[in-house]
């Protein structure tokens, strides 16, 4: 069974590009940690040469490498803990992390470092015609090289066991399925690794003040960013500089301005963008790249202030 990388939660700046790679992660497939869902990166899992141990089960166990960042110690404490989890229940499951390490081309889209930025959009643009005209160079985020990287090679897990076998195994590691879909919830050796990285589930009550904490504390964040009186000097000089290079703004707000021109371009996208023909995709990516380079120099001093700025007060949207 193919087995796929946890999602990593990077800041909502980047995650603009995702309305774009929609089609592209439903086609690689989906689910949560159990169901070992699609991310893009790279991994590391006992049978791809991680360092590992062994519990006293039998589990194999990964090392968790020297200085990783909290999230993704949390997805290594996960994977082991449903690995000693399965062995108990008489299975194998060969835990497997996404690494932090891995190149994100994403990171280079989003402009916050410009040299990197430019780099990137010079040859690529916004990335978004790139994958039809260099299809095997995994540095695009819509190419087929891309694609392939996000997901980690298969497991042998379920090798030589029997039907019977296989739904026990699922049933172990995701819980007994639910007689309807409102019954659905967590379950299995899953639930447990997820319980052991990120501890016992909040009551819905609990869960639900949380969320209206996050969400408060966002909307002041954008109040905020949006209020401020640098950034919207600086958003305005953007958005004169857009609009006497021909390109349309759509709105002047800091938190808007950042990425708006790469999210009206993906709003206006056809729906083959990614699996057109070079020749088709060539005239295209070279006017991705035009937009995506004048968008690049005229925000450079707005982005410079901004994501400072936004790194204080995080903001990830009104819908996010």
Do not use: W
């Amino acid at each position: 069974m193919p087995k796929f990388s946890t999602p990593d939660i990077r800041s909502p700046l980047v995650t603009a590009l995702a309305i774009g790679l929609l089609p592209l992660l439903a086609a690689c497939g989906g689910g949560g940690a159990g169901a070992k869902s699609a991310a893009s990166g790279g991994s590391s899992g006992g049978g791809s040469g991680a360092a590992t141990t062994t519990a006293s089960n039998g589990a194999v166990q990964l090392t968790v490498p020297d200085g990783v960042d909290e999230a993704t110690k949390q997805q290594y404490i996960e994977e082991n803990a449903i690995a000693v989890c399965m062995k108990k229940q008489g299975f194998t499951y060969t835990p497997n992390v996404r690494t932090s390490t891995a190149a994100d081309p994403l990171v280079a889209v989003d402009g916050e470092d410009y040299a990197q930025a430019k780099q990137f959009r010079q040859k690529y643009g916004f990335g978004y015609y790139a994958g039809a005209v260099y299809p095997n160079d995994p540095n695009v985020p819509f190419s087929k090289a891309a694609a392939a990287k996000r997901i980690t090679p298969v497991d042998h897990d379920e090798d030589g066991l029997t039907d019977a076998q296989k739904k026990a195994y699922d049933i172990a590691l995701s819980g007994p399925p639910a007689k309807s879909k409102a019954e659905e919830k967590p379950g299995g050796c899953s639930e447990v690794g997820r319980v052991a990285a990120h501890g016992p589930a909040l009551s819905a009550a609990a869960e639900k003040n949380a969320e209206k904490a996050r969400n408060d504390a966002n909307h002041a964040n954008g109040l905020a960013l949006n209020g401020d009186p640098q950034l919207v000097q600086l958003a305005q000089q953007f958005a004169t500089c857009l609009t006497g290079q021909g390109i349309p703004v759509s709105t002047t707000q800091p938190t808007g301005m950042v990425d708006m021109v790469r999210i009206d371009i993906s709003k206006k996208l056809p729906e083959n963008f990614m699996s057109m023909s070079k020749e088709t995709a060539l005239p295209l990516l070279n006017k991705d790249i035009d937009i995506a380079l004048k968008d690049l120099d005229c925000g450079k001093k707005f982005r410079a202030a901004y994501f400072p700025k936004e790194k204080a007060k995080p903001y990830y949207g009104e819908d996010g």
